[in-house]
């Protein structure tokens, strides 16, 4: 069974750093998958934020996020990782991780995600 | 790169069908046909129902189908369900910075 497990979520302070996490298992991490990042501010839609391919070769970022957000993956650890700097307010949401494969353009597997408060 | 365009709300008795619309542009819906669509319960994770604007994943419901027509993607429902009430989510593959665009959400409620 897939399972796509977040962690790292705070609250953190405005202008503070987060790293999170999201620990995949029942598939073979390395094997042409794209993962992604999304988030869901409260009471609010889904924004994608960021995704890296199967081997870190190609790596993409949402205008909001980029320059203070860097995603990155380490197939060892079957595990998908997401460092956020210069945090802000808006940035306080919900953060999903999502798999893809390689040659496809949708989510086909979430994890329940874990919450991030940018607060003073 | 500005989010697709849905209703807020679309609601039916059940048995009834409905049909949710997905407006975007010629840089996203119309020009790729890679729109799919998430069901989303309260508090839940995104759950994929329809992928590649057609295709419904296996064990998804045969009563979810989606079409394309220029630039606007559409989620029907047939037979409406009590638990097909959820908030439901199209996506598309953008070229503005390469990346992925989700849609306002529209919440639908089984009356």
């Known amino acids: 069974e897939v399972q796509l497990v977040e962690s790292g979520g705070a609250v953190v302070q405005p202008g503070g750093s987060l790293r999170l996490s999201c620990a995949a298992s029942?598939?073979?991490?390395?094997?042409?998958?794209?993962m992604h990042w999304v988030r869901q501010a409260p009471g609010r839609g889904l924004e994608w934020v960021s995704l890296?391919?199967?081997?870190?070769?190609?790596?993409y970022y949402a205008d909001s996020v980029k320059g203070r957000f860097t995603i990155s993956r380490d197939n060892s650890r079957n595990s998908l990782y997401l460092q956020m700097n210069s945090l802000r307010g808006e940035d306080t949401a919900i953060y999903y991780c999502?798999?893809?494969?390689?040659?496809?353009?949708?989510?086909?597997?979430w994890g329940q995600g874990t919450l991030v408060t940018v607060s003073s | 790169q500005s989010a697709l365009t849905q209703p807020a709300s679309v609601s039916g008795s059940p048995g009834q069908s409905i049909t949710i619309a997905c407006s975007g542009t010629?840089?996203?819906?119309?020009?790729?046909?890679?729109v799919s669509w998430y069901q989303q319960h309260p508090g839940k994770a995104p759950k994929l129902m329809i992928y590649?604007?057609?295709n419904r994943p296996s064990g998804v419901s045969y009563r979810f189908s989606g079409s394309k027509s220029g630039n606007t993607a559409s989620l029907t429902i047939s037979g409406l369900q009590a638990e097909d009430d959820a908030d439901y989510y199209c996506?598309?593959?953008?070229?503005?910075?390469?990346?992925?665009?989700f849609g306002t959400g529209t919440k639908v409620t089984v009356l």
């Open positions: 999502a798999r893809a494969t390689s040659w496809d353009y949708y989510f086909d597997y």
């Open positions: 590649d604007v057609t």
């Open positions: 010629s840089s996203d819906v119309g020009g790729y046909n890679y």
């Open positions: 890296i391919t199967w081997d870190g070769g190609v790596i």
């Open positions: 029942g598939f073979s991490f390395d094997d042409y998958f794209t």
């Open positions: 996506s598309s593959y953008t070229s503005i910075s390469t990346s992925y665009v």
